[in-house]
């Protein structure tokens, strides 16, 4: 049975860092495109990186462009989101998933996480 687990998720100030880590389980990574998305209240999920084994990271929304960086270990299964200067505007409930491409809409794609909440606040 596919699962995607997101962890990392917390409480940090304007301008700190998170690291967020997405454990794939049941699945072929190298098959899938892994998808960074996140959900503010009231707000459409939002695609914000895509990545995959053979191709690397070659998507990232220009809302996190240059503070957001993707890294892997292959051999854990896991994907991680380094965030840094992290701003209010970025706290939002933040989501991994697993398809074949890096799709446009998110009913594109086929599996998902539960979410982790990053909240940032003074």
């Known amino acids: 049975q596919v699962q995607l687990v997101e962890s990392g998720g917390g409480l940090v100030r304007p301008g700190g860092s998170l690291r967020l880590s997405c454990t794939a389980s049941?699945?072929?990574?190298?098959?899938?495109?892994i998808g960074w998305f996140r959900q503010a209240p009231g707000k459409e999920r939002e695609k914000i990186s895509c990545s995959s084994s053979s191709d690397g990271d070659w998507f990232y929304a220009g809302s996190v462009a240059g503070r957001f960086d993707i890294s892997r270990d292959n051999a854990k299964k896991t994907i991680y989101l380094q965030m840094h200067n992290l701003q209010p505007r970025d706290a939002a409930v933040y989501y991994c998933a697993a398809d074949p491409v890096c799709g446009t809409f998110v009913d594109e794609w086929d599996y998902w996480g539960q979410g982790t909440q990053v909240t940032v606040s003074s």
């Open positions: 049941g699945l072929t990574l190298d098959d899938y495109v």
